[in-house]
Structures are given as structure tokens and as C-alpha cells.
């Protein structure tokens, strides 16, 4: 069966996919406009049965088997590059909400308005990754399978300028690096959320960055689950995460998840997905919690 989101003239030569991002679904490739289907009349009305008559039953709907679901992956949402796909070793002992719970009635398009300046774009020799500004310094935060390795990084901000930044250290352990920029004139930093304050499961959240190379990029969802512990790339370490649907994908990595009130409350890191050669979101992210990272932060800091 031809898929609808590829089909077009016959021998038409198929689109050339953005160089290290992968092969990008739906919206990213170009295509013929979709054909709207004709208007039809509008059905006479079913006459409303007699009182005296017994309503026929519809007859049985059929039913489908589901089909099995291959190995759950976790990758590590860094676009271009190594990205880190490994078997992901998930804990049933804190399950996610059974139902999607109603999202806040925040003012998200104001909370987005006031963190986008803090992001950035981190692009390195072998990839593209995301960050935030988190001190008053300018330092940003990021992933460590961001940098992998590098000791000098380019950061873009929203504004379109692109800065010079020294990988300060990082810890694969907790999947943190600090970058240093050549400048803090213009850097605003992000509000982390403060320790005492956690989120909880069904809470609206936004996840910020650049997924495919797409700079501020935001993307909403709520929080799936507390502390759930996941184990990133081979060999990893278990650690606990932050679980959303919000949609967040290759290039995210390093970008902050932030509550309705615009306070960072965790890192986005990885993804899980049903096809390691196409990773996508399937709307089961990962964040490491902001208060881990810190952590981490401060140590990378103070032995800089």
C-alpha cells in the first residue's frame, strides 16, 4: 500500500532529507497539498422508532488482535552523530497515570515567551544538541552526550548570534556538561525550580529546544511519572528521570523541561522508541530532574 505522506508523480525523484538529522516525517519534506475530500448531503434524518416496536441490536463489531510491540529502546536525543541507542531497562515502581489528566489553564504562550531567551542551540563537530543559561555568569547547561568529549562547542542564541563556548567539564555518570560562553552580554538565565518543590503527575510542562535542528522549538505535554528509573546508552547507569509526553526528539537533548509557571524542572535526555534505526517520540520522554543536575553542575564547577 503506498503511504500518503510520499505519494506524488510518478518517477518523481525523492527528496534529499537534511544532512545528519535523519530522515524527518510529515511536515519536514515538501508535498502536494492534501486533496480535500467532496462535500456530501447531509443524511435524511433517522425517524425516532415506535414505542411499540423492539429496537433491533447492531450487529457485532469485529475484533482486531493487536500486534505485539517490538523491544522498547531508549536513545539518546542528540541529532547527528553517535546517537547513543541502547535496550532501556525501565521500572514498573512508579507507573504513569492511567489517564491523561486536564491540563492547567496557565498561560503558556506567556511562560514560553519568558524561557525561550534562555535556550540555546550547541552544535559541535558531530552533532546538534540543546542547553540553557542557569547562572548569572552565563553558564549553560547541557548534556554530556551533547559535547562527547569536545572542549570548545558553538552555542546560538535566539537572536541569531553564535558564541565561541569552552566545555568547563562534564559527567557522563548524571549525562551533565557546563559550557562556558565567550561573552555573558545578553545571556538571561532560566528559573530552576527549587528542591523543596517537585512536580507532580498530571502537571502541564513544556519542553524547549532544538529538535532537528529546529531552534526554538516548544512542544507541551504533562508529567507522566515521578522518579523513574531508566538506564541511558550501554553500559549506562540506572538513574532516576522525569517521565512526559510532551514531544521532544532528536536534538532536544540538553534542552530544558519546565513547569506552567516557567521554572526548569529537569533536562531533557532521551526518548523511547520502537525503531532504532528511526527514532522518533512516541510520547515517553525522559528529563533528568533539575536538582540532580545541578548537583552535578556545581561539582563540575568547583573542580573546573
Known amino acids: ?30 508535498g502536494r497539498p492534501p486533496t480535500l475530500p467532496a462535500p456530501t448531503a447531509s443524511p435524511a434524518p433517522t425517524p425516532s422508532p415506535s414505542p411499540y416496536e423492539t429496537p433491533k441490536s447492531p450487529p457485532p463489531k469485529g475484533r482486531r488482535t493487536p500486534r505485539p510491540l ?5 536513545a539518546a536525543v542528540l541529532a547527528g552523530g553517535a546517537a547513543g541507542y541502547a535496550a532501556g531497562a525501565l521500572s514498573d515502581d512508579d507507573p504513569a497515570t492511567p489517564a491523561a489528566a486536564a491540563r492547567t489553564s496557565g498561560d503558556l504562550e506567556a511562560v514560553a515567551a519568558r524561557v ?22 552565563g553558564r549553560i547547561l547541557t548534556n554530556a ?34 559550557l562556558r560562553p565567550e561573552t555573558a552580554r545578553g545571556l ?14 498530571g ?16 512542544t507541551s505535554g504533562i508529567v ?16 532516576r528521570a522525569v517521565q512526559t509526553d510532551a514531544s521532544i526528539n532528536p536534538g532536544n537533548s540538553g534542552g530544558p523541561l519546565v513547569d506552567s509557571d516557567g521554572r526548569v524542572i529537569g533536562i531533557n535526555t532521551a526518548i523511547a522508541t520502537l525503531d532504532q534505526q528511526r527514532g522518533g517520540s512516541i510520547g515517553i520522554g525522559f528529563a533528568i530532574p533539575v536538582a540532580d543536575a545541578a548537583a552535578a553542575a556545581r561539582t563540575i564547577i568547583d573542580g573546573g
Request: aromatic share 2%; no cysteine; net charge negative.
Open 188 to 201: 538571561h538565565p532560566a528559573q530552576l525550580a527549587t528542591p523543596g518543590r517537585r512536580p507532580g503527575v
Open 70 to 74: 517490538a523491544t522498547v529502546l531508549l
Open 203 to 218: 502537571d502541564t510542562v513544556l519542553a524547549i529546544g532544538s529538535p532537528l535542528g529546529l531552534s526554538g522549538t516548544v
Open 1 to 30: 500500500m503506498t503511504d500518503p505522506e510520499h505519494s506524488g508523480p510518478p518517477n518523481s525523484p525523492a527528496p534529499t532529507p537534511p544532512i545528519g538529522l535523519g530522515t524527518p516525517r510529515g511536515p519536514f519534506l515538501a
Open 116 to 137: 525561550l531567551p534562555s535556550v540555546v542551540s550547541v552544535v559541535t563537530s558531530d552533532g546538534q544538541g540543546s542547553g540553557f543559561v542557569f547562572d548569572t555568569r
Open 145 to 178: 552526550h551533547v559535547v562527547d568529549g569536545s572542549s570548545t562547542v558553538t552555542v546560538e542564541l535566539q537572536d541569531g548570534r553564535r558564541l565561541s563556548a569552552e566545555v568547563i567539564g562534564d559527567d557522563p555518570d548524571h549525562d551533565v556538561a557546563v
Open 224 to 239: 507522566s511519572a515521578l522518579d523513574r528509573d531508566v538506564q541511558l546508552g550501554e553500559g549506562g547507569r540506572q538513574q
